[in-house]
Structures are given as C-alpha cells and as structure tokens.
C-alpha cells in the first residue's frame, strides 16, 4: 500500500484519483485490522490500530488537499480564459479589428464608388451604341429593323439602340438597372445567398428599395460615415 506521495503531483484530476485511491486503501487497511481484533488475533497491537487510524486520517487530509488544489488550479484557468475572452472581444472592437466601423464604411465607399463607376460606363456604353447607330444613319446604312440586311462583315444598326459588328456579333444598349441587377444577382450566387437577416426574404427576392428602407437607420449607418469621411454630403 501507498503510504504517501513523496512529491507534489501534476494539479489533474489524476492527482485528485491518486490521494482517494490512498485515502480508500488506508481505510481499508484500517478496517481489516479491527476485523482481525474482533476475531481474536492477537498479533495485532493497539499501535498498529493507532498507526492505521492516524495513516486514514492522513490520507483523507491529502485527498481533501488534492481536491481543493485541483479546485484552485481549474477556477485559475476559468479566470484566464474569462479575461482572455475579455482581451479578443476588446480586440475585435479596436481600429483595424473585424468590428473596425469606420474600416468598414471605407469598403462600403469604395463599393459604392465602384457601383457609381460602372453605371457611369454602362451609360456611356449605351450613348455610344446610339451615336454609332447616328454615325451609321449618316453614311447611308439602312436600318436593320426594316429587313435590310447589310453585307456580312460590315457594321449594322437596329434603331438606336443594336449594332452588329462586323465580325459578325452583336451589342445592345442594355438598361443600366438590368445589367446591375446582374451583377447583384451574380454576387448573391457566388455567395450562397447574401445574408439579409433572420426571418427576412433572400437578397435577390426582396426589392431593393425595400432593403435599404429597412436597413437604413440601423447602425452603424455606414451610408453617413462614408459620406463624412469623404467630406461628401449624406
């Protein structure tokens, strides 16, 4: 039988498993010397009885001894976890963390300029076809619509709004909304669904307008940050 441990155990639950084995084995030890008494041997000595009790008694202080250490031990690491939590969360919040406000109210400046940019292009896009289709009317081509055809390899126009190249593709001055919502709906796939909220309709199955009613209070209104740091009015 263990009597003790000689040196301090790891602060587990195996340390806490060790010190109730010994605790056990000392009161087991204890009660097959009194059994030993009841039946009438007399080898066994009041000093052994004494040395067996103390040794239970011994034994059941460290178990309790391992038990409060092993206590001690896992409310500390509760504490540092608690204020490791403590330092992510703050680090999120801080400049250049995921819940960096202004950071992302840059993004959405930069996506809003870049949404600008392309409705700029797409209308530039649609006035050229219409001042080519001038150009065309111009130099005498016949328009397409009617059912004259022009050689293959040269330029045609459909009103003003349809050319065909003379490589023999065609271009359309396309609405500027429709080809956004393209782009939209080509963001919402790609992203599995962009998230709207709990209990909302999907992105593409909601109007927009109706979306940016509903957002547009909410904070942070990244739509008046962006605005204030670029100087520009909401």
Not at 34 to 51: K, P
Not at 171 to 199: C, F, K, N, Q
Request: net charge negative; no cysteine.
């Amino acid at each position: 039988m263990t009597t003790a441990p000689t040196t301090d155990r790891p602060e587990t639950g195996a340390a806490v498993e060790q010190a109730q084995q010994e605790a056990t084995e000392a009161e087991q030890l204890l009660a097959a010397l009194e059994e030993r008494v009841r039946e009438g041997d007399e080898q066994v000595t009041a000093d052994q009885l004494a040395g067996a009790r103390e040794l239970g008694r011994f034994a059941k202080l460290r178990a309790e001894a391992a038990r409060r250490k092993a206590d001690r031990a896992a409310a500390d690491a509760a504490e540092r976890q608690r204020v490791d939590r403590l330092a992510q969360a703050a680090a999120m919040t801080a400049p250049g963390g995921p819940l960096d406000t202004g950071a992302l109210a840059a993004t959405y400046a930069t996506a809003r300029d870049a949404v600008r940019a392309f409705i700029t292009a797409s209308e530039t896009y649609n006035a050229a076809i219409a001042d080519a289709a001038r150009l065309l009317v111009a130099a005498g081509v016949p328009d397409s619509s009617t059912g004259q055809y022009p050689e293959p390899g040269a330029l045609a126009y459909w009103g003003t709004q349809t050319l065909r190249l003379s490589d023999g593709s065609g271009i359309s001055a396309t609405g500027t909304g429709r080809r956004l919502a393209v782009l939209l709906d080509d963001l919402d796939t790609e992203a599995g669904e962009i998230p709207t909220g709990d209990y909302h309709t999907p992105f593409t199955r909601t109007p927009i307008r109706e979306q940016a009613d509903r957002t547009r209070h909410e904070s942070p209104q990244l739509h008046l940050l962006a605005a204030t740091d670029g100087g520009e009015t909401p």
